[in-house]
């Protein structure tokens, strides 16, 4: 999943010039917080779903559809597949009272279990959203707009600083992977080996890595102390924000279905379909 | 004219680089399990690294900037709780430099190490799984198979997963701990003390 | 020449690092305005060391013991924070990716950061970093990610980072040991037009033929002390003097040196430059 995040951090710098690219990463990030948000306030596969496909559609207008897909897949997929046998039988989660359905498993009637069988649908289903909303923030917001975004957001400087830093070492931390392990390879690193060996494989990465890290830190630091980073001044932001036309066209739309969504939630329970009573306690 | 002591200014920018390298580590620690097979995670041996070597803060900051990371990039927003159990692995890795639990050749540095990063530990995670990803088998067979088996002899959904998250954590933890106190003592000593002169480091226990 | 001239003085200045004593001992040294002044002497003589006297790192950001003083621009380097100093003295170090501030996506922010830093408005740092661009020869890279940059160019760029600041002094500490063969041309280049222009530098380095074009003094450091110091054509000549602190002289010097003590060739001063040794041993093959 990392080698995917490292992967993913150095194509965020590629700029598409698609309609949500174009939008104030401001207007970006309260989405991503909203939806994130309400896919943990209702607990209900279809509203989910639904939200779920709101992303996927944003994706497709921003053209970073098809990686976020793969990444849902990935992660989704076997996750429903193991825990939606386990939580629907029997025996695999505590609350199941409600039958929806006999399955015939090596001759055994088995009764499968609405409660079980919602719980390892709907909770994949709000990572899914959660994740896809992240990307889709990620993918179509350049690292400088992030960077103005906490600015604006009045994030204190350092902070700001060790977020933009981080997601640019991770990059330059992942090449250098690379270049050792291919040097280990070449004095002799067996990759197919015991798990204490593999322990040791770790290390002979591990230790060059740490080293060569703290050596950058100490430069870094040095050449940030020479210019000027620790003046006790208001710093200067060299990139400019602006709402555009779209953005308040978004602005209203998260407005609208704010309200419609607080209607459902007032009339219907945050639970509208499935209705669990466990979680009522 | 007489000599003059100079208080450094350094260590606090030191600090403040050092947190994105710790959590950058982190990150690409999961390319290090990859090429690797190592047994673990991956992604709390730098915390616990940048405690030993940087300090209580540079490790806690460092492992929960490292969280708020993949929940940009990742995970998602919800997962950025999981920075909090970050700041619990650099806590309990400070309590062990305090209580001198980082010499290898003592046994009881794994026995510590075992009971708090792999049963105390857990018990908090067991509870965050729950209420941010539902808890449930994970998505590894053997874990879900504990899982399974737990769950069908005891009927408790809490114990199933505290169970299932001990059986990963006792071997992830225990052996990233081990890893973070090796790269730890081969760390020049010029650039641990650059990081923190008021407190010594006793990692590695040389 | 006036003390008014004078932009750095170290007076009677010695340094202990926290863990390592005695890296600098009994400086003293002036730098005149318009002046350049090389560095030389083996690793660990204490090169790195007193650049970084000379913009408040030593002994701000290390600490350490220090006795005597250092007066950069009118300021006391030790009344001052670094960042106060990072208008007086810009400093360029070895390793060109590292150098970079991390934060700034661009050529141009890279180049911008220092004066954002110190919250200069936009519009100024915009004009004062297309300026510093200009001047090492970047310009038309500013929408360029400074990573995506050769090793020459990164120096380059870190140069323009200090030149955006307007320095009244630009110490380059060993700026080209880590690049190649271009990539050093690139940047002595850019160092030869910064000289032209009149700016105040001090430039510690290892490549000796090169210090011969750039210096017009150079002081030799050996275990943290001054053993020679003068006019270049002087310092750099002195083959005895320099092999004795394991720096090798220039290769004309060298070769003049061991055609005078072997073959007897007659001469009072020992080239540095390689036009100087042509015109002298056209002179020599003549007579």
Not at chain 3, 53 to 81: C, K, Q, S, W
Not at chain 3, 188 to 213: N, R
Request: charged letters at 20%; proline letters at 5%; one cysteine or more.
């Amino acid at each position: 999943m990392s080698t995917l995040g490292s992967r993913l951090l150095r194509t965020t710098i590629i700029g598409k010039d698609t309609p949500i690219h174009k939008l104030d990463p401001r207007t970006k990030f309260l989405y991503f917080f909203w939806i994130s948000l309400l896919g943990y306030i209702f607990y209900d596969f279809v509203l989910t779903f639904i939200f779920l496909v709101v992303n996927l559609l944003l994706a497709v207008v921003g053209k970073v559809v098809r990686r976020i897909l793969l990444t849902i897949l990935v992660i989704i997929v076997p996750w429903i597949a193991i825990a939606a046998p386990i939580l629907s039988l029997p025996l695999g989660f505590p609350w199941n009272e409600t039958i929806i359905y006999r399955i015939n498993l090596f001759g055994m009637e088995l009764p499968v279990y609405q409660e079980g069988l919602g719980w390892a649908i709907t909770w994949p289903l709000r990572i899914a959203v959660t994740i896809s909303a992240a990307l889709l923030f990620m993918l179509t917001t350049k690292l400088g707009e992030i960077i103005a975004l906490f600015f604006k957001l009045r994030l204190p400087f350092r902070a700001l600083y060790m977020i933009a830093a981080a997601l640019q070492f991770i990059p330059l931390l992942a090449d250098e992977v690379g270049t050792i392990y291919q040097a280990q390879l070449s004095r002799g690193l067996k990759t197919k080996a015991s798990i204490v060996r593999r322990v040791f494989n770790f290390l002979a990465l591990g230790i060059p890595l740490t080293l060569s890290a703290i050596s950058k830190v100490q430069i870094r630091a040095i050449a940030l102390e020479s210019r000027g980073f620790s003046a006790p001044v208001e710093k200067t932001l060299m990139y400019e924000l602006r709402f555009k036309s779209v953005d308040y066209v978004f602005f209203a739309a998260i407005i609208f279905f704010t309200g419609v969504l607080a209607y459902i939630y007032i009339t219907m329970g945050y639970s509208p379909i499935v209705r669990l009573r466990y979680l009522f306690g | 004219m007489a000599q003059r002591k100079v208080v450094p200014t350094g260590a606090k920018i030191l600090a403040v680089v050092m947190v994105p390298m710790v959590a950058a580590l982190n990150y690409v620690g999961g390319v290090l399990v990859e090429l690797t097979k190592a047994p673990i995670w991956g992604d709390t041996w730098a915390t616990i690294l940048g405690t030993l070597i940087s300090g209580f803060w540079v490790g806690a900051v460092g492992g929960f900037l490292y969280n708020i990371i993949m929940a940009l990039t990742v995970w998602g927003l919800p997962a950025w709780v999981w920075g909090t159990a970050n700041v619990l692995i650099a806590i309990i890795t400070w309590f062990f430099i305090k209580m001198g639990w980082t010499d290898l050749k003592k046994p009881i540095t794994i026995v510590m190490a075992v009971i708090f990063y792999g049963l105390l530990y857990p018990i908090y995670t067991t509870g965050l799984s729950i209420a941010l990803f539902g808890g449930g088998p994970l998505w590894k067979p053997i874990p879900a198979a504990i899982y399974a088996a737990t769950l069908a002899s005891t009927g408790n959904f809490w114990l199933a997963n505290y169970v299932q998250a001990i059986s990963t954590e006792i071997p992830d933890k225990v052996i990233s701990f081990v890893i973070a106190l090796i790269i730890a003592s081969r760390v020049p000593r010029r650039f641990v003390l650059g990081m923190r002169r008021e407190e010594e480091v006793v990692a590695g226990g040389s | 020449m006036g003390e008014d001239s004078v932009v750095i003085r170290f007076e009677n200045f010695s340094y202990s690092y926290p863990d390592t004593p005695n890296v600098l001992v009994d400086i003293n040294l002036k730098v005149e305005k318009g002046e350049a002044l090389g560095i030389i002497g083996p690793n660990g003589a204490g090169k790195s060391t007193l650049c970084k006297a000379m913009n408040g790192l030593v002994p701000h950001f290390y600490g350490g013991y220090i006795n005597g003083r250092v007066i950069v621009a009118g300021m006391d380097t030790l009344e001052h924070t670094v960042a106060e100093l990072s208008t007086k003295v810009g400093l360029v170090f070895q390793e060109p990716e590292n150098q970079l501030s991390g934060l700034a996506l661009t050529v141009e922010e890279e180049v911008g950061f220092g004066l954002a830093m110190l919250g200069y408005p936009r519009e100024e740092i915009k004009d004062r970093v297309r300026e510093a661009l200009e001047k090492v020869g970047l310009s038309g890279l500013e929408e360029r990610s400074p990573f995506e940059l050769s090793g020459g160019q990164q120096q380059r760029l870190a140069i323009a980072t200090v030149l955006a600041m307007k320095p009244e002094i630009i110490v380059l500490d060993e700026p080209v040991s880590l690049l190649d063969p271009i990539g050093k041309r690139e940047v002595f280049e850019a160092v030869k037009e910064l000289k032209k222009t009149g700016s105040t530098l001090v430039i510690a380095e290892h490549e000796i033929e090169e210090l011969a074009y750039i210096a017009d003094r150079v002081i030799a450091l050996n275990e943290g002390r001054i053993v020679m110091e003068g006019e270049v054509d002087q310092v750099l000549a002195d083959v005895e003097g320099l092999r004795k602190i394991t720096v090798e002289a220039p290769s004309v010097a060298q070769l003049t040196h061991i055609l005078r003590e072997r073959a007897g060739l007659e001469v009072n001063h020992y080239p540095i430059r390689l036009e100087e040794a042509v015109k002298l041993y056209e002179e020599v093959l003549r007579k």
